[in-house]
């Protein structure tokens, strides 16, 4: 199993410019989650989802879209890139047994700079 | 809102020392626990996850407790090695927030040879 993978792993953007973060999970889970980690402010949720077809915002998700068609895939979207969106991206999945909510596995991050 | 707070933010030790990571959080009402390592430019990979439930949770030389009534955990890591250097990250998850977790910043450790 590949675990969790991110595409890019690195990009620079100018600011306005667009782009697409691809996270792919090959562990049947239903729930997708993307981070932004910045220093000093830790890890931040952006957006999540709890299965196919369903996206939800979490702590910081303004300039940010989603998408999960798949369930294996989940999308992150900068419309309009700006330089405070220079970070580093991390998705995650988890899943559930019954009631009981399990670990997330992390990918390997995607380092985005914006000029 | 809950808060997840971690102290010290780095600590440097000599090799074969034992340590303890702290966490706090200021919500008690969670309903589990993870620690994470990051190294430098990478994920984060899983540890530990310990239930609500629970008091301690073990992983070879790892060992995570909890005290859900206090808001505290803490990470023990027995005769430390210079690869066990990296920043150790606790994350909550609420009894009202589904799978999501809050994080905190993260403890710096250095084992040093």
């Known amino acids: 199993n590949a675990g969790v993978t991110q595409t890019p792993k690195f990009r620079v953007l100018k600011t306005g410019q667009s782009m697409t973060l691809l996270c792919a999970q090959d562990?049947?889970?239903?729930?997708m989650y993307w981070y932004r980690q910045d220093p000093g402010m830790g890890l931040r949720l952006i957006h999540y989802?709890?299965?196919?077809?369903?996206?939800a915002k979490g702590e910081v998700p303004d300039g940010y879209n989603v998408s999960r068609l798949k369930k294996q895939n989940f999308l992150l979207g900068l419309e309009s890139a700006a330089p405070s969106q220079t970070s580093v991206y991390f998705c995650a999945s988890s899943w559930r047994t019954g009631t009981a909510y399990n670990e997330q596995f992390f990918g390997p991050g995607t380092r985005l700079t914006v000029l | 809102k809950q808060e997840v707070t971690q102290i010290p933010a780095a600590l440097s030790v000599p090799e074969g020392e034992n340590l303890v990571l702290n966490c706090s959080f200021t919500d008690s009402a969670i309903y589990n626990l993870q620690w994470f390592r990051q190294d430098p430019g990478k994920g984060l990979t899983s540890l530990l996850l310990i239930q609500s439930s629970q008091r301690e949770q073990t992983s070879g030389r790892l060992n995570a407790s909890l005290d859900k009534s206090s808001g505290r955990s803490t990470l023990y890591i027995a005769a430390s090695q210079p690869g066990d250097s990296a920043t150790y990250l606790c994350a909550v998850r609420q009894e009202t927030s589904g799978s999501r977790l809050t994080f905190g910043e993260g403890t710096q450790l250095t084992v040093n040879p």
């Open positions: 562990m049947n889970h239903e729930y």
């Open positions: 989802s709890v299965g196919e077809g369903t996206t």
